[in-house]
């Protein structure tokens, strides 16, 4: 029983006290592992019918923490501590603790995996949130009597026996067939009817409604990533999405409904995960929105046909310069200057075989391939000073070549 005041004063009781309480609480009601729904040894099964939530919100709860860390530590712990229900009919089982072999060795186990995590400062934050989400699952839905019941141990049922020295009175038993529909006790007997079957549940709406709001949130977060290049990563738009489907779970467990979002949960998930590369990609100049998506092709002949930049978001730029005249003249003798970019795809660049060649190029993550030279990798670059085969002579062409997520390639015509 939780305490609310110390006992011979009238000063509610201190935070330690209270914690200690708490968590002697959840030792003394820990719940039995069910044998009828459980999918690996019922841990996730235990704790829902504890506190009256969905069993699935649970199981997707523990594959979320064994992703950031926790996850199978606790397991461990839980199929140690919360006691086997066993078969029906069963003895109940004793709550003092573990003491069987398998039990002790779970709990060394759930030890040893829970040690990077308190070594490790990127894993010991989501494991203390995890603690307290279960912490807080108890204040707040430990004591509804359900729960309670739950909780408590069930009572053994004693098969009654009949006295085997008590008299025998004799039943009278109707006649198996009336022709003349004489008896007295079936006159007013009606026929039988078909027995009505179960009502249906109503059908909830938390999951249209839920899958709705997630639209509009990750439109908004979305169009604002339009409207500040670079302010919003590029995963929050699904994250944002992911976030409000987590608060439709989390609502679908305490109301026994919205269980078609797990898979959405999931696919959002990976989708969130995928997005994480392109974060980097996006930067402040944004060139998910500047490029746009598609393929720019162009093969200009003359220097003013040539345009200072090339861009595109998703998709490829090839430029053919092979027939590009770089010829120096009294007018014009400083380099021939030109910059392609793309967010997500190729730059792909052929440039006069003669060409005094100038070429800074970069890559978030990708290839780089400039005159016969390679690099791979994540924030590569590459830069190239090359007269080509007949020496210097003519005016220099000079390329700044970029690809957040792709292939950069310079090849010579």
């Known amino acids: ?6 006992p011979g004063s009238g000063r509610p009781p201190s935070a330690a006290t209270t914690a200690r309480n708490t968590l002697r609480d959840m030792w003394d009601s820990r719940p039995l592992r069910p044998r009828d729904d459980r999918k690996l040894a019922g841990v996730s099964a235990a704790i829902a019918r504890r506190y009256e939530i969905d069993p699935t919100l649970v199981r997707v709860g523990f594959v979320v923490a064994a992703i950031v860390g926790p996850g199978i530590p606790l397991y461990l712990a839980g199929c140690a501590v919360l006691p086997d229900a066993g078969p029906p009919g069963s003895p109940v089982p004793p709550r003092n603790g573990p003491s069987s072999a398998l039990s002790v060795a779970l709990l060394v186990m759930a030890a040893l995996l829970a040690v990077p995590l308190v070594l490790s400062s990127d894993r010991v934050i989501p494991a203390a949130v995890t603690v307290a989400l279960l912490v807080t699952l108890h204040v707040t839905r430990g004591n509804r009597p359900g729960a309670r ?9 004693v098969p009654w026996v009949a006295d085997p020295h008590a008299p025998t009175v004799a039943q009278a038993a109707p006649p198996a067939w009336d022709p003349l529909g004489v008896a007295p006790f079936a006159w007013d007997l009606p ?15 938390l999951t249209p409604i839920t899958l709705a709001v997630s639209l509009v949130v990750a439109g908004m977060v979305g169009g604002l990533a339009l409207a500040a290049p670079g302010a919003v990563p590029a995963s929050a738009v699904p994250g944002a999405a992911l976030a409000v489907v987590g608060i439709g779970l989390v609502v679908g467990a305490l109301r026994r409904a919205g269980r078609w979002l797990v898979p959405f949960a999931v696919l959002l998930a990976l989708v969130t995960t995928a997005a994480i590369p392109l974060n980097d990609a996006v930067g402040p100049d944004g060139w998910a929105v500047r490029g746009g998506i598609g393929e720019t092709v162009e093969a200009p002949t003359t220097v003013a046909a040539l345009a200072p930049e090339y861009r595109r978001g998703t998709g490829a730029v090839e430029l053919d310069l092979t027939r590009l005249d770089l010829t120096a003249t009294p007018g ?3 380099p021939v200057r030109t910059r392609a970019e793309v967010g997500a795809g190729v730059v792909q660049v052929r440039v006069p075989r003669d060409a005094d060649l100038r070429v800074r190029s970069s890559v978030g993550t990708g290839d780089l391939t400039v005159d016969g030279q390679t690099r791979t990798g994540q924030n590569v670059d590459l830069t190239v000073n090359d007269p080509g085969p007949d ?8 390329l700044d070549l970029r690809a957040e997520l792709g292939t950069v390639e310079v090849t010579r015509g």
């Open 191 to 205: 026929e039988p009817g078909p027995e009505p079957g179960p009502p249906s549940a109503p059908r909830s709406s």
């Open 1 to 6: 029983m939780n305490e609310t005041q110390l």
């Open 149 to 157: 019941e739950a909780a408590a141990a069930p009572t053994p049922v």
């Open 391 to 398: 020496g210097p002579g003519g005016r220099v062409l000079e």
């Open 332 to 334: 014009a003798t400083g």
